[in-house]
Structure formats: structure tokens, C-alpha cells
């Protein structure tokens, strides 16, 4: 079956403007995960979605990034104001939510460039 | 907090030798999961394979193995038989037990790995 999808897959922007990344997670999985991956930081865990309860945003680093999830599906990170730390990989995961371990899925990510 | 180390930057093999990727976290947690995930040049993350901490015996997966030492809060890979398309950044990861926030993975910094022909 299709794997989950990001788009779009190069972004380059300016500082101060704003961006949406997209993720489609796999089909049925109603865990979905955001991380960064830069090269200063490594991989780092941004928000987490549940179906339809209220997210996990511990992981965001400002009030730049925010995140949704609609319909329990598609999720748009976006990032407000973009500044030139903000350039990295994004990554989107999903997951079937069941007791044991939950392996997650990755997409190929969208790699964010701030000029 | 759980904190995952991987120390050597870069390996290097001979196609068709044997390598070992290091891995050492740290954790309170008594029940966890373990995982290795490679990352091609594409940029997609792939699961090589995951340890459940309560499992004395090491995964293995075809060419690949792990060596879990739960007391040493080590968890290495070993990679058999090395191939060309193994040529990626490995990861080793940490994922606390349960559902919630609770899965979300902990990465190590990440190791190249080049197989040389």
C-alpha cells in the first residue's frame, strides 16, 4: 500500500515569510508525528496527534510552529515568520496506535531552506 | 528524560565484511523499546530492527543483528555480509512503553556508514 507522503518535498523561502508543510500519513494509522532534523540539532520530536484528542506540542521550539490534523488524516505544520535556524529536514511519521510497540512509519520529508 | 548516544561519527567496511554501529542510552524506564533506522541518501527512514527491552534474547533481522546489554544500556548492530545499498546514516532510537506521547522516539546523532566495493 502507498507509504506515507510529504509535500512538497524542497521549499526554499525567505526570512520572515511563512510556510506549510504537508503530511499524509498511511492509511488507518491514527498516530501521526512531526520531527526536525537538522544538523546542529540532530533528530528532534516536534508534536504528536492522536485521532481526534488534543496534540502534544512539547516538542514545538516556539510559537512560530504550529501544527494540525484534519479529519483524523492529512496534517499541515506550519511555520510562521520563518528564520534561517528553522532551515532542516521535516519529517512526518505515523503509526497504528495499538498496545505493544508502536513502529512508525516515515515519509521522505520536506527539507526547508530560509534565505 | 531519555538520552541516546552514538559516538562514532563515521564508519567505514569492505563490501562483504562484517560492522558493528555502537549505541548507548540512558533511561530510568524498566520497560522500553529499541530500534535501529536507516537513512539513504532519499531521506526516507527505514526500520532495520527494534528490541523490546523486555526480550532477553537479541533481535535479528536477515543480515542483521543487535547485541542488547540492558544492563549497560547498550544496544549495538551488527551488519553481516555488508552490501553496497547499505551505504546510509544509521540511527539508533529509544521509544518509552505505552501509547500517548509516551511513543514518541529519542534519536541518536547518527552514524554514516560507506561500504566500499
Known amino acids: 500500500g502507498a507509504g506515507v507522503s510529504q509535500s512538497p518535498s524542497n521549499k526554499v523561502t525567505e526570512k520572515g515569510k511563512d510556510v506549510e508543510l504537508r503530511c499524509d500519513p498511511i492509511?488507518?494509522?491514527?498516530?501521526l508525528y512531526w520531527y526536525r532534523q537538522s544538523l546542529g540539532q540532530g533528530l528532534e520530536f516536534l508534536i504528536y496527534f492522536q485521532g481526534n484528542s488534543a496534540p502534544d506540542k512539547s516538542g514545538l521550539p516556539s510559537d512560530r510552529f504550529s501544527a494540525e490534523r484534519t479529519g483524523g488524516s492529512v496534517s499541515t505544520l506550519t511555520i510562521q515568520r520563518t528564520q534561517q535556524e528553522d532551515s532542516a529536514v521535516y519529517l512526518c511519521?505515523?503509526?497504528?496506535?495499538?498496545?505493544?510497540?508502536?513502529?512508525?512509519?516515515f515519509g521522505p520529508g520536506t527539507r526547508l531552506t530560509v534565505t | 528524560a531519555q538520552t541516546v548516544t552514538q559516538s562514532q561519527p563515521e564508519m567505514s567496511v569492505q563490501e562483504a565484511e562484517t560492522v558493528t554501529l555502537s549505541c548507548t542510552y540512558d533511561?530510568?524506564?524498566?520497560?522500553?523499546?529499541l530500534f535501529w533506522y536507516k537513512q539513504p541518501p532519499s531521506r526516507q527512514m527505514i526500520l532495520v530492527i527494534r528490541?523490546?527491552?523486555?526480550?532477553?534474547q537479541n533481535a535479528t533481522e536477515n543480515r542483521f543483528s543487535v547485541n542488547f546489554q540492558k544492563a549497560a544500556k547498550s544496544f549495538s548492530l551488527k551488519i553481516s555480509d555488508s552490501q553496497l545499498g547499505d551505504t546510509a546514516m544509521y540511527f539508533c532510537a529509544f521509544m518509552k512503553q505505552g501509547t500517548g506521547a509516551n511513543s514518541k522516539l529519542t534519536f541518536g546523532k547518527g552514524i554514516t556508514l560507506s561500504v566500499r566495493p
Open positions: 511519521a505515523s503509526s497504528h496506535s495499538r498496545t505493544g510497540v508502536n513502529e512508525q512509519y
Open positions: 533511561t530510568s524506564e524498566s520497560n522500553y523499546y
Open positions: 528490541q523490546e527491552a523486555y526480550k532477553q
Open positions: 492509511s488507518g494509522h491514527t498516530a
